[in-house]
């Protein structure tokens, strides 16, 4: 099991910058990916990006996010960022990180299995 705290969220104009924070403790020795999902009210947890250790390091985004958003992390699997550029109201939901003990398919939210408490972004026009 891996324990999963994020911060960072907050209240940001558009086009403005917030720098999310996963921090990763337990069993982090066989979590292969690590990602970042998104939930508007209303709306299904969607994915937004994802790193994975298999043989070298990937990385994934959604097309949504592309180019303005870029994750991050180390080996050691220990804190994973994701750096978010000229947000847009569309962009407001609670974030969430998640811990994979596959990664094969990093971009589907079954591919995870633990969770964090999700952290509030906010966007304003």
């Known amino acids: 099991q891996v324990r999963l705290v994020e911060s960072g969220g907050g209240l940001v104009q558009a086009g403005g910058s917030l720098r999310l924070s996963c921090a990763a403790s337990?069993?982090?020795?066989?979590?292969?990916?690590m990602g970042w999902f998104r939930q508007a009210p209303g709306k299904e947890r969607e994915f937004v990006a994802g790193?994975?250790?298999?043989?070298?390091?990937?990385?994934y985004y959604a097309d949504s996010v592309k180019g303005r958003f870029t994750i991050s992390g180390d080996n050691a699997k220990s804190t994973v960022y994701l750096q978010m550029n000229s947000l847009k109201p569309e962009d407001t939901a609670v974030y969430y990180c998640?811990?994979?003990?596959?990664?094969?398919?990093?971009?589907?939210?079954?591919?995870?299995?633990?969770w964090g408490q999700g952290t509030q972004v906010t966007v304003s026009s």
């Open positions: 998640a811990a994979s003990s596959n990664g094969w398919d990093t971009r589907s939210i079954h591919e995870y299995d633990d």
């Open positions: 337990g069993r982090t020795f066989n979590t292969y990916a």
């Open positions: 790193i994975r250790w298999r043989v070298g390091i990937t990385y």
